[in-house]
């Protein structure tokens, strides 16, 4: 039975604008190294293989050692990077990062791998304070994937917390809610800093 458990991959979501950042976030140094590269190196810990998901016009800016898919641009928002992984190798399973998590460890993401319910369309780590799922914090099973094509040509809403709110998802609570912290502007940056460097 284990061997029918579909691979695990790990994708490292860097395609987004960064917008309200100001600058890329996926090359922001929060541990010493790029985030993006630093998210790609925790999840080669946990992953089979990883990749990192970006627009066309980064790719040319990456170093060699990056598996990289590059978005198709079939979706809009994040299910843009998870769907074009997704349709390059459709028979695993996806564990997705963003790339403003700047607090998720390894013990955190080895907690998430350990709670995979397979028979689950997703396991996504949920604050205890909101119960909601993260989508951008979970392990997206294939079929849970190929249900979300279904729900984004039925419906208006590309909003993948929604999908998973009404999925049969499994949900998983960190030790720390902090863990899933989202940094999107200088201010965020700046606490996440100051965070790192009282912990150190």
């Known amino acids: 039975m284990k061997n029918d458990i579909p691979k695990l991959y790990g994708l490292v979501l860097a395609g987004g604008k960064s917008t309200r950042m100001g600058s890329d976030k996926g090359l922001i ?16 810990e946990v992953c089979d293989t990883v990749y990192l998901s970006v627009r066309q016009e980064q790719e040319g800016n ?12 079939e979706y809009r928002g994040p299910f843009n990077g998870i769907l074009s992984a997704y349709k390059t190798h459709p028979n695993v399973a996806w564990l997705v990062l963003a790339c403003d998590l700047p607090l998720i460890d ?4 080895k907690e998430l791998v350990k709670n995979r319910d397979p028979e689950k369309l997703a396991t996504s ?9 993260e989508p951008l914090i979970t392990i997206w099973e294939p079929t849970g ?18 999908f998973l709110i009404n999925a049969d998802t499994s ?13 999107n502007s200088l201010e965020d940056y700046e606490f996440v800093k100051s965070k790192i460097a009282l912990s150190n």
């Open 106 to 109: 390894l013990s955190s993401l």
């Open 29 to 44: 140094k929060y541990h010493s190294i790029p985030q993006q590269e630093h998210l790609y190196n925790l999840l080669n």
């Open 62 to 73: 990456l170093v060699d050692e990056f598996n990289v898919i590059v978005d198709q641009n």
């Open 171 to 183: 949900l998983v609570h960190p030790e720390q809610d902090e863990v899933l912290y989202n940094a």
């Open 125 to 133: 780590f949920a604050t205890k304070k909101s119960g909601l799922p």
């Open 145 to 162: 994937l190929t249900k979300a094509i279904s729900h984004l040509e039925s419906t208006d809403s590309s909003c993948p917390r929604k």
